[in-house]
C-alpha cells in the first residue's frame, strides 16, 4: 500500500492535511482530510463574564473575527434579552459587509488567483500571491486597495482592524463620525468598478476551465444559509436548508439550530463534520460558504447582485453542485456586499450616536446568535448563568459544515486522479503566465 | 499590511508561509540548518505538531521571532489551562450537537498537557507583541532589519539585549498604554467596580476613572491605545510592560493603589472572574501558569 500525505494543504487559513491511501493494485483505498488543531474555546469560555465573549472569540479565525464578535454578540443578547438600538444594529451589519468585502477580495485574488493565473502545475515558488504582486503588479494594487478599503471600514466600525471590540452588550461603544462616513462614501464607486472588474474577470475564469469545473469536484449535497425570509443576508435571518435536489428543505429559528445541525466526530479530525440531521450521517453531509448560500436563497437583496444571480443560474442552473462555482458565486456577493455597504453608508441613522442602552441587565437563560462567516454559517451558543457567566458554551463555526463534503469531494477526486487518470483527459487552459 | 505588501514582499525570499505558499512541512525540513534568515512563529503550541514545527524552524533559522501576543505568552488559549486536558477534550468533543462524538486518534497529533508559552519550548530572539500585532510594529522590526543588517541587529541582541534593541533601535515605546492615552485624568478612587455594559461610557474621561475595569496600567503600549479609543477598556492583550512578569499582579496591584476605603479582597469580589479579567492573553506567562493539580502545604509547628 502507499500512503500520500500532503501536510499541510496550503494557501488555507487553517491547519488541514490529507492522507490518501492506494492499495497496491492502484485503488483508492481511503482518502482522509484532517483537521490537525483545535484549541478548546468550549472550555475556556466557562467562567467567563458573558460580555467578554465577543472579546475573546475573534481569535477563532484571523480572517474572520468580526463574523465571531457579531454572532458573539448576538448570542449574549439573546441570552439577556436585549435588544440594542436601530443604528447599532446597522452599524453592526455594515462591520459584516465590510469583512466580506475584504475577504472575498482576498480569497480570489491571494488563495485562489495563483492557480489560473500560473497554473496549477506551476512552480510552488511562483504560484502564490508573491507571484502575483510581481507578476500582475496593477491588479494586485487594485486588489490591495480593495481589500485595504473593507478592513479599513472594519477598523472605523470595530476600533481595531483585526479582532473588533465595540460591541457591548446593548449596542455599540462608538458612533463612526460624519467625516469618515464622507471618506468612505467616496470610495466606494472606485470599489464597485473594482468589484465588477473581479466578476468579469470570475466569469471569464469559469467559463474558460468550464471543463474542469463539470468534471472534478462536482458533488452533490444538502447546502445550508442564513435568508431573510429567501432574501440572501449574512447578518439576520433564519438557517435554511437545501436538499441535494434542490427542494428547500427547512428553515429554522436560530434557536432551534440543533434541529437542524448535527455534529459527527470521526476519529481522524479534530474538527467535526456538521450534517443535516434529520437526514442523518454521512446522507445529510452538507456544504456552507459562497456557493451553499447562492443555492439556497431566492433572491439576493440588491439590483445588480440580483441580475448576476440570474446569470448564474441560466450558466450553473440551481442548485450547482460544482465546487469550482464558489468562485464565481463569491463574485456576485461581492457586488451585493459593496451595493449594501453603499446603501447603509447613506443611511441618516449610520451616524448617529444613540446606539447603546444604559440600563442593560444579565439574567439567567440560553442564547444563540447566528450570522454568516465568510466560509460559512457561523452559531455561537452560550448559557448565562444569573450573574452573566457563562455556564457553557458551543460553537459550530464554518468549516465544519464543509468538512464533511471536503473528504467526500477529496476522495471522489482521489479516484478520478489515481483510478480513471483523469487529468490526461482534461482541458485545462494554458496559464495566463507561463513561469 | 495592504500596500505596504507591496514595497516588501519583492525585498524577501519566502521559504515557509503556509496560508500564502504552497511549500510543504518536507520542503521546511530539508532546508539546511540555519539558512532562514528570520522566522516568524505565531500561534501558540497546543499539539506535539506545533511543538515539532516550533522546534524544526528554531533550527532553521538565524532569528527567531515570536510573533504575537499568542506566540509570546501563550494569548487566551491559555486560559485552557485551568482545566486539565482531559476536561478539555471531554467537552470539546461531546457537546449538545454532537450526534456522534469521539476522541479523535488516527493521524493527529496529541495535544500538550498544557499551553507553555514558545520561548519556555526554544529560545526566542524577539517578541513582537499584540493580538494581532499592528502593521507599523511588524515593517519596525522587518525595515529594522533591511535597514541596519541581519548581523548587526542579532549582535546587539546578544551584547544588549531584547528591550534595548526594540526600544533604542527600533523604535517600540518602553511604557505602559495609559502613558500614551489621551483621556483625562483627574486622580479619582475607585469605590466599585462596574461591568461593560453598564451605563454610557464618558469618551473624553479616563475609563478606570468611571470605575470600568481597564487593564492599561499593566498593559506595555504600542498599540496606539485602540480599544479606550474604541470606547471599551483595554483588556491586556499586549502583554505585561517592560520589567513585569506577571501582569494580574500588577493590575490588582495597580487597583489596590487606586481604590478608596475598601480593602482588595472587597475590590477582587466586584471581579467575578479574574483569570478572563487579569490574565485573558498571559496566564501561560504567569506565576502560576496553569492548574495546580496537588498542593502539598507544609505546617511547620513550633512547640
Not at chain 1, 371 to 393: F, M, Q
Not at chain 1, 401 to 409: E, F, K, Q, V
Not at chain 2, 81 to 92: A, F, P, V
Not at chain 2, 139 to 157: F, R
Request: glycine share 8%; hydrophobic share 40%.
Amino acid at each position: 500500500m502507499t500512503t500520500l500525505r500532503i501536510e499541510p494543504v496550503t494557501r488555507l487559513e487553517g491547519h488541514l492535511n490529507v492522507t490518501i491511501e492506494l492499495t497496491d493494485d492502484g485503488k483508492v483505498k481511503d482518502a482522509r482530510a484532517r483537521v490537525t488543531l483545535t484549541r478548546f474555546f468550549e472550555k475556556f469560555l466557562e467562567g467567563r463574564l458573558m460580555e467578554h465573549a465577543p472579546r475573546i472569540v475573534p481569535r477563532i479565525c484571523g480572517i474572520c473575527p468580526e463574523a465571531h464578535h457579531l454572532a458573539s454578540i448576538k448570542a449574549v443578547e439573546d441570552a439577556w434579552d436585549v435588544t440594542p438600538p436601530p443604528a447599532a444594529i446597522k452599524l453592526r451589519e455594515l462591520l459584516l459587509q465590510a469583512k466580506m468585502i475584504s475577504s472575498h477580495i482576498i480569497h480570489f485574488y491571494a488563495l485562489a488567483a495563483p492557480d489560473f493565473v500560473f497554473g496549477p502545475f506551476a512552480d510552488p515558488a511562483v504560484r502564490n500571491l508573491v507571484g502575483i504582486i510581481t507578476h500582475l503588479p496593477e491588479e494586485a494594487k487594485r486588489a490591495i486597495a480593495g481589500m485595504r478599503f473593507g478592513q479599513d471600514l472594519c477598523a472605523t466600525i470595530g476600533g481595531k482592524a483585526v479582532h473588533p471590540v465595540t460591541a457591548i452588550p446593548g449596542g455599540q461603544s462608538k458612533p463612526i463620525l460624519e467625516e469618515e462616513r464622507d471618506g468612505y462614501l467616496k470610495r466606494i464607486d472606485e470599489i464597485m468598478d473594482f468589484a465588477e472588474f473581479s466578476l468579469d474577470l470570475g466569469k471569464k475564469i469559469t467559463t474558460a476551465w468550464l471543463d474542469v469545473a463539470t468534471k472534478i469536484g462536482v458533488l452533490p449535497t444538502y447546502y445550508v444559509g442564513l435568508t431573510n425570509n429567501g432574501v440572501h443576508t449574512y447578518f439576520d435571518g433564519k438557517v435554511r436548508v437545501m436538499d441535494p435536489e434542490g427542494k428547500i428543505a427547512g428553515d429554522y429559528e436560530p434557536r432551534n439550530y440543533r434541529d437542524a445541525m448535527g455534529e459527527y466526530f470521526t476519529d481522524h479530525s479534530y474538527t467535526s463534520h456538521v450534517f443535516y440531521k434529520p437526514a442523518g450521517y454521512p446522507q445529510g453531509i452538507w456544504r456552507a460558504n459562497t456557493l451553499a448560500r447562492i443555492n439556497v436563497v431566492d433572491k439576493m437583496e440588491t439590483p445588480r447582485a440580483q441580475e448576476e444571480l440570474e446569470v448564474f443560474r441560466e450558466t450553473l442552473g440551481r442548485p450547482c453542485h460544482a465546487t469550482f462555482a464558489y468562485h464565481w458565486a463569491r463574485l456576485v456577493e461581492l457586488i451585493e456586499s459593496v451595493e449594501k455597504a453603499k446603501i447603509l453608508l447613506e443611511d441618516p441613522d449610520i451616524v448617529s450616536t444613540d446606539i447603546k442602552l444604559a440600563d442593560v441587565s444579565p439574567k439567567e437563560g440560553e442564547g444563540v446568535g447566528i450570522v454568516e462567516a465568510p466560509r460559512g454559517t457561523l452559531t455561537h451558543n452560550y448559557w448565562s448563568d444569573g450573574a452573566g457567566l457563562i455556564a457553557k458554551a458551543n460553537l459550530i463555526v464554518a468549516t465544519n459544515h464543509n468538512l464533511g463534503a471536503i473528504s467526500l469531494g477529496i476522495k471522489q477526486l482521489a479516484k478520478n486522479v489515481f483510478e480513471k487518470g483523469i487529468l490526461n483527459e482534461l482541458t485545462i487552459p494554458e496559464p495566463l503566465i507561463k513561469t | 499590511m495592504h500596500e505596504k505588501l507591496l514595497d516588501v514582499v519583492p525585498l524577501l525570499e519566502v521559504v515557509h508561509w503556509a496560508a500564502v505558499v504552497d511549500y510543504k512541512y518536507k520542503d521546511l525540513e530539508a532546508i539546511t540548518d540555519g539558512e532562514i534568515d528570520i522566522g516568524f512563529v505565531e500561534g501558540c503550541s497546543r499539539t506535539e505538531e506545533d511543538v515539532h514545527l516550533l522546534k524544526i524552524l528554531r533550527k532553521k533559522s538565524k532569528a527567531l521571532v515570536a510573533f504575537g501576543t499568542c506566540s509570546s505568552f501563550g494569548g487566551v488559549f491559555g486560559m485552557a489551562n485551568t482545566s486539565d486536558i482531559e476536561n478539555c477534550k471531554k467537552r470539546k468533543f461531546f457537546t449538545e450537537s454532537v450526534v456522534e462524538g469521539c476522541i479523535p486518534t488516527l493521524d493527529v497529533p496529541d495535544f500538550e498537557e498544557f499551553v507553555v508559552p514558545n520561548d519556555e519550548i526554544v529560545p526566542m530572539d524577539l517578541h513582537i507583541w499584540g493580538c494581532p500585532p499592528i502593521t507599523e510594529n511588524i515593517l519596525k522590526v522587518v525595515g529594522g532589519v533591511v535597514e541596519h543588517g541581519l548581523d548587526t541587529v542579532v549582535k546587539i541582541l546578544v551584547e544588549n539585549g531584547e528591550e534595548y534593541l526594540l526600544s533604542e533601535v527600533l523604535g517600540f515605546p518602553q511604557k505602559t498604554q495609559c502613558d500614551e492615552c489621551e483621556r483625562e485624568r483627574e486622580e479619582k478612587k475607585l469605590t466599585v467596580i462596574k461591568r461593560d455594559y453598564e451605563g454610557i461610557q464618558d469618551p473624553e474621561k479616563c475609563l478606570l476613572e468611571q470605575d470600568y475595569m481597564c487593564m492599561g496600567p499593566a498593559t506595555r503600549a504600542g498599540c496606539g491605545v485602540q480599544c479606550p479609543n474604541a470606547g471599551v477598556p483595554c483588556v491586556g492583550c499586549w502583554g505585561p510592560p517592560p520589567n513585569v512578569r506577571d501582569q494580574g499582579a500588577k493590575m490588582i496591584s495597580a487597583l489596590a493603589s487606586i481604590s478608596k476605603d475598601i480593602d482588595s479582597d472587597a475590590l477582587l469580589k466586584m471581579v467575578p472572574d479574574i483569570v478572563g479579567t487579569f490574565y485573558r492573553f498571559c496566564l501561560a506567562k504567569s506565576l502560576v501558569p496553569r492548574r495546580v493539580k496537588e498542593v502539598k502545604v507544609v505546617v511547620e509547628q513550633k512547640v
